[in-house]
Structure formats: C-alpha cells, structure tokens
C-alpha cells in the first residue's frame, strides 16, 4: 500500500470524514459523502438564466431580472447547484468550522457538472477568485482555490492562483444589500504575480448571488488585456424571470 493511502486511512481514523449534506461522519467508510445522501442535492437544470445561469421560473424566459436590468462584464456564468438552506449550512461549516474535507466532494461535483459548461467556453486556464491574506491567515484555506485545483486535476485545464490578488479587505458580501456590494469590491482585486493575458479563462468561486464579486474581479483582468472572462460557481442564487 502506498505511503499516502496509509497516511489517509490514518488520517480518517483518528478525524473521521464528515459528510457535507448530513454532517454526521461519511458511511460507509472511504467515500466523501454518505450514501444515503448523494442524491439530496441535484445540479441546476434548465431552466436557468442564459447569462448568469441562475434558476428562473418559465422555459420560454431567456434571463433573470437582475441580467436584464445590468450589464455584466463576464461573458456567461453557471452554477452547479442551487444556494438553497442544505447547500448555505455545508459551506457555513466548511468555511468556518473546519470542514475543508467537504471541498473534496464539491470539487468533484463541480468538475462532473461543469465539464458540458467548460468543453464549450474552451478556457485557456481556471484563475480562483483570490481571499485577502488576512482572511486567509484565519481559515487556512481559499475554498475557491481548492474548487479550482479539483477542477483543473479532472479536466487537465492549468490553474493559475496567483494570477489574481485581493488587495484590501472588504467586508462580507452576505452581510450587505446589493448596492453595497457593489461598492464595497471596487478596486479590490489586482494583476498576481504570475499574470498573463490569456484569450479566455475561467473564474471559480464558491457562491454567485448578484455577480458583483466576480465582476469586479473580471474588470480587473479585462482592462489587463484578458479576453473572454467565464464563471463557474459550486452554488448560485435563484434569480426572477423576464422575457425579451
């Protein structure tokens, strides 16, 4: 037996693997989620907006009311699964409460759902939305980061972390209306040090509720010389419907 495998199954028996949608300890033993719960939460299935790919309501509806109302600067978003109370209370607790294992699971949700999405935007490379360092240093890990990794791991896409950076710390997006949350991004993100113009790339990020994290970030890159911005999210916002 590998080294490696050894040091997981050690690992797993003295901090037991948790199951994302339950929280109870994984069963049976081995797997990233329990059994009994894989099919508790579905991927986002038409119909969904065709610029942000929120869920709408109606078939024949093209797009949300916030996409119809404002101009986004990525070409198109989609989510995986809906942001629903089963999806906010996994990531609450991955994020700030120690679960880093359940990135395991969605990585590979993200990577089987999202490879339709991304064998047709044809990215050059996966860039994560980047943390600040100071969030950074107190939760140990950029949940979008390790999203991307996986990502790139199953779809053999490069990742480039370091090609985007947050250089000030803003408050809560979840904390703020919308307006806000506008405001509270602007010039927050800046060129990595491992930037390069690409023709096309993809932002990953954990949530999308109004785009305005991802726009931001999108901004940035664009007036750098980046093409074609895309965005895939683990979990999306449910959006209202309007017709054009």
Not at 116 to 142: E, Y
């Amino acid at each position: 037996m590998k080294k490696c495998a050894v040091a997981e199954l050690l690992l797993d028996a003295v901090y037991p693997r948790r199951c994302p949608i339950c929280h109870d300890i994984v069963q049976p033993k081995g797997e990233l989620v329990c059994r009994s719960c894989a099919g508790k939460i579905q991927p986002i299935q038409e119909p969904y907006c065709k610029k942000c790919g929120k869920p709408i309501e109606k078939e024949e509806l093209e797009y949300c009311a916030d996409c119809a109302r404002r101009e986004h600067v990525f070409e198109e978003a989609a989510g995986i699964f809906a942001y629903d109370q089963t999806m906010q209370k996994s990531l609450m607790k991955c994020k700030y409460g120690g679960r880093r294992e359940y990135l395991d699971y969605y990585g590979q949700m993200m990577a089987r759902h999202g490879a339709k999405f991304l064998k047709r935007w044809q990215p050059q490379a996966i860039v994560p939305i980047p943390l600040h360092k100071t969030r950074m240093r107190l939760r140990g890990f950029n949940q979008s980061a390790e999203l991307a990794h996986a990502l790139g791991r199953e779809l053999s896409i490069p990742v480039q972390e370091h090609m985007l950076e947050k250089n000030r710390k803003t408050r809560p997006q979840k904390e703020l209306e919308e307006n806000q949350r506008r405001h509270n991004l602007l010039g927050a993100f800046s060129l990595g040090k491992d930037f390069h113009p690409l023709r096309s790339i993809v932002l990953v990020d954990d949530v999308y509720t109004t785009g305005s994290t991802v726009d931001e970030a999108a901004k940035c890159l664009k007036k750098a010389g980046v093409g074609k911005i895309y965005v895939l999210t683990l979990c999306t916002g449910k959006g209202f419907s309007i017709r054009f």
